[in-house]
């Protein structure tokens, strides 16, 4: 009778030494999971702790450019108004010229 529990000891005991074994490789698999966990969050904190003040620091430059290009608008603006001016004021006065002019004398013969 003493055999066989001490058979049964020895059973149970080595069933209990495989369990822990699987649960220490699994506990290892966990713990290099978590290592890779913590170094992908300390590498994506290095990379992006900065991109708010980075961020910001593009509107205010968006800002600026759309505040220089509107103003570039308004002399675009200011400037085709006065080439039409001048447009205009080439073609009347070539016009005014044209009608202005005396009409051209004839050349006197040359005969004396």
């Known amino acids: 009778m003493i055999v066989i529990v001490v058979t049964i000891n020895i059973l149970i005991a080595l069933f209990n030494f495989y369990l822990?074994?699987?649960?220490?490789?699994?506990?290892?698999?966990?713990?290099?999971?978590?290592?890779?966990?913590?170094?992908?969050?300390?590498?994506?904190?290095?990379?992006?702790?900065?991109?708010?003040?980075?961020?910001?620091?593009?509107?205010?430059?968006?800002?600026?450019?759309?505040?220089?290009?509107?103003?570039l608008e308004f002399q675009l603006e200011k400037l085709g108004r006065l080439l039409g001016i001048l447009n205009f004021s080439q073609q009347f006065w070539r016009k005014r010229t044209r009608r202005s002019r005396p009409l051209k004398q004839m050349k006197k013969p040359l005969a004396k």
């Open 20 to 71: 822990a074994w699987q649960i220490w490789k699994i506990r290892r698999s966990i713990a290099g999971a978590t290592k890779a966990i913590v170094v992908a969050e300390r590498n994506t904190y290095n990379v992006l702790h900065s991109a708010p003040d980075t961020i910001i620091l593009g509107q205010k430059g968006s800002k600026t450019l759309r505040e220089k290009y509107r103003n």
